[in-house]
């Protein structure tokens, strides 16, 4: 019984790993439509060896596969067109709270689909959008309106200092630490504490 197909199955294995490595790192929702293509390319020819015989023929096509997929995107960096052309720009499919109905049907996009992702980002209301995009790997991106928007940290502190006295507020700032930093108990008032 001919085993050669055993040690030929690992090296591909390999030499696939490697490539993909080459090729960098996305999962399918990120990938461009090249990318796409490439990666669906070298899953197909990577069986063919072990049907056929042609191991390094194999390699040496997913090696010109990955490296075409690095030449098109070095060349989308390089010429702005040639990256709308390939990749294609985010579309705009919020604007203001009201859905681009036109966009939205162009891309063949529903509005029950557009929801749909809305949700899964924690969005409950459309009208709390101020623009949303559809991104060229699919991901929708979005921005709250002013009201809408969660509260920051930054926010918060701002809005608790100018409700707090300075005298509430060095004691806030006042820690364990501060004793040390002031040789002294700032926060005790008892003397046989001391």
Known sequence: MDLHFIWESAVLVLAGILLLRIAGRKSISQMSLAQTVVMISIGSIIIQPIIENSLWKTIVASAVFIGMLVLIEYLQLKFNALEKFITGK???????????????????????????????????????????????????????????????????????AGMISPQQQKQADSTIFTEIENNGHPLSNDKDLR
């Open 90 to 160: 985010s579309k705009l499919v919020i604007n203001e709270g009201v859905p681009q109905y036109e966009t939205l049907k162009k891309l063949r996009f529903t509005i029950d689909t557009l929801e749909m992702r809305l949700r899964q980002q924690g969005v409950s209301n459309i009208t709390d959008v101020k623009k949303a995009t559809l991104e060229p790997n699919g991901q929708l991106g979005y921005e709250l309106k002013e009201d809408a928007k969660p509260i920051t940290v930054g926010q918060f502190k701002e809005m608790m």
